[in-house]
């Protein structure tokens, strides 16, 4: 790659002289460009098969649409990367535009992994289980699904049919006696040999052809395994073996679109309305549909589908193994670049399509309208959410409705496992990535301190955000705070703010009236008289609903944070002693005392403990007395 350019800002001439005055630094090479504004902000990322002959088109004084034309007058510099292919060059572009966000790109918000089933191959009888993130277990992965819930009703159908265990490995090796699975036809309870180990296999490979899309087989085989029960009298097995094929039918049924001409793809939509956009993917794998999800990417207003779905393209399989179809709504704007870096991805062919008739073209029609539907219902949530923004201004004297209220609460008992939270809701509801969690370090705090804690958590909070943006220019700064309390805590809470110069950030303290009743709420602001709204107000239910949303988050931390302190043991703080290694010793001891008392012989012999960690774990415990 080339040095870059001098990228010292020229703010004094027009955007397109800036950009004219780069020209004569660049070849045809191939590579990406980023265009910035005069505080050095990246506005748009871009990537050509020649930089010079892309990079004069933005030269031009004229002729560019109105969000082109805006983006060449707010820029004051540039820098490039040159790189060996175009096919680089786009893999960089999606990369740089996903790490940089640019105003100017389409860009794809939600960059969530999706789950899977993992059928385990570390025990004699196989453990069946979502599975989220890298694919470091040993066994066979399916997937992915759109959704847990998804997996979810998955596996819970798969276990009804060939009733395979999903307990843990250590839950296994303690039973003595069946669970409720196997009481409610879930399980077959390998646990205590109520089913073979070569029978259990069977089901398991049952299990996998299915998820390899070849249910006739099974149902085939289970089909003549029931016949023959029944010739011999076994009527409790046929039964059995009937539930068992009509279950399997329930759960293609239960798909929906299972395809017969389409093995493996993705089906992607876009459906574009009034600056919106709306993806729907689908997810086809052996045949069946696993699931659907939609996006809501970022686009501008005069942004064409070509480039909207290229840009989604590329963003959604930046992180994400793509399958061997991707079925399109609409044709993109390089579709053999982008097949050849994602063939070069998965180190296997795959295809681009835009089908026009037949099964694809169904699958392709479906998805557009789950898209538009999902559009509107979207577009509609956004403009109930802007008139409640736009009614917080009013309420609150705001100069401008609201882009970002953020919400506190705090969690406690007595003091114990305290937690702070903080909600964040917007033009497009509640962020929920936004969200953050504090756990309360104050070992000064009296238990119970609200105060001390909410202190604690907003000084934390600013402290870090006039670190990381003091210029208050990328979108983390709140235009409302809303505080759980009346007068007394306003006031604190004010001090705390003045005290870190952000005093100039409006807040309001809500408080339950005198009866402690829900919807008679009064609002405190500093130096103002306490107000209420009337209790059929849609701005009043906004902020009970912003209210509960904070107290939920707030306790459900509490919970994880007390579950995990129950959870604990003294395992936890010896070296070289992960997870694995804490549920070996506590399956071969039974409980961390048990382990403490050891001696060192013992602790050697436990599988994956070697002699050094056996040594370890023995002066940990030895040493403390």
Request: with cysteine; net charge positive; glycine share 8%.
């Amino acid at each position: 790659m080339s040095d870059p350019p001098d990228t010292t800002p020229k703010a004094a001439l027009p955007g397109h002289e800036v950009i004219q005055g780069y020209l004569k630094t660049l070849d045809s090479s191939p590579g990406v460009y980023r265009m910035l504004d005069a505080q050095a902000r990246v506005l748009y990322v871009g990537k050509a098969r020649n930089l010079r002959a892309r990079v004069s088109n933005y030269a031009r004084p004229a002729g560019h649409s109105p969000r082109i034309a805006r983006m060449i007058s707010m820029t004051a510099s540039m820098m490039f990367l040159t790189t060996r292919t175009e096919t680089e060059a786009l893999l960089l572009e999606q990369n740089l535009i996903k790490q940089l966000k640019p105003k100017f790109n389409v860009l794809l918000r939600d960059d969530k992994s999706f789950p899977n089933i993992l059928v385990t191959a570390d025990h004699d009888f196989p453990q069946i289980k979502k599975h989220r993130g890298a694919k470091k277990e040993k066994g066979a992965y399916y997937g992915p699904f759109a959704s847990a819930g998804a997996v979810n009703r998955t596996l819970n159908q798969l276990q009804r049919v060939f009733l395979l265990r999903d307990c843990s490995n250590a839950m296994f090796d303690s039973r003595t006696r069946p669970c409720l699975q196997y009481q409610i036809k879930r399980c077959s309870a390998p646990c205590v040999g109520k089913i073979s180990t070569e029978a259990y296999r069977q089901s398991v490979r049952d299990a996998e052809t299915f998820l390899t899309g070849k249910t006739t087989d099974i149902q085939a085989r289970l089909a003549a395994e029931m016949g023959a029960a029944s010739e011999m009298m076994e009527f409790e097995r046929a039964a059995a073996l009937r539930d068992r094929i009509k279950a399997l039918t329930q759960v293609q049924t239960a798909q929906g679109i299972n395809p017969q001409s389409v093995a493996e793809a993705d089906i992607i939509a876009l459906h574009m309305d009034s600056g919106q956009a709306c993806v729907q993917v689908f997810f086809i794998r052996a045949n069946q549909n696993w699931g659907n999800k939609d996006y809501y990417p970022r686009v501008g207003p005069d942004v064409d589908a070509a480039e909207v779905l290229e840009a989604f393209v590329g963003q959604f399989y930046d992180t994400r193994e793509p399958p061997r179809q991707l079925i399109l709504s609409n044709e993109i704007e390089n579709p053999d670049l982008m097949a050849e870096a994602l063939t070069g991805k998965l180190g296997r062919k795959v295809e681009l399509l835009v089908p026009k008739r037949g099964e694809k073209a169904e699958l392709i029609d479906s998805a557009l309208r789950n898209a538009r539907e999902s559009l509107a219902r979207k577009m509609a949530e956004t403009a109930t959410q802007a008139k409640l923004m736009r009614g917080v201004a009013e309420a609150f004297d705001l100069k401008a409705p609201p882009e970002r209220i953020e919400v506190y609460d705090n969690s406690h008992i007595q003091g114990a496992f305290a937690v702070g939270a903080m909600i964040v809701a917007g033009p497009e509801g509640f962020l929920k990535n936004q969200y953050r969690k504090f756990n309360i370090r104050g070992d000064e705090l009296t238990p119970g301190d609200d105060f001390g804690m909410m202190k604690e958590v907003l000084t934390r909070r600013f402290k870090r955000l006039i670190k990381e943006d003091p210029e208050r220019s990328e979108g983390h700064w709140p235009d409302l705070l809303l505080i759980d309390g009346g007068a007394g805590q306003v006031s604190a809470v004010r001090e705390i703010m003045e005290a870190h110069g952000v005093g100039d950030i409006p807040m309001v303290g809500v408080a339950k009236g005198i009866d402690r009743d829900a919807g008679k709420e009064e609002f405190y602001r500093t130096g103002k008289q306490p107000f209420a709204l009337r209790h059929n107000d849609p701005v009043l239910y906004f902020i009970q609903r912003m209210r509960d949303e904070a107290h939920r988050f707030a306790i459900g931390t509490h919970r994880a944070k007390r579950a995990k302190s129950v959870g604990a043991t003294p395992l936890d703080d010896v070296p070289g002693v992960g997870a694995a290694r804490k549920r070996a010793l506590l399956a071969h001891f039974g409980s961390a005392k048990a382990v403490a008392r050891a001696n060192l012989s013992d602790l050697k012999a436990v599988e994956g403990v070697s002699g050094a960690l056996a040594e370890k774990i023995y002066d940990f415990f030895h040493e403390r007395g």
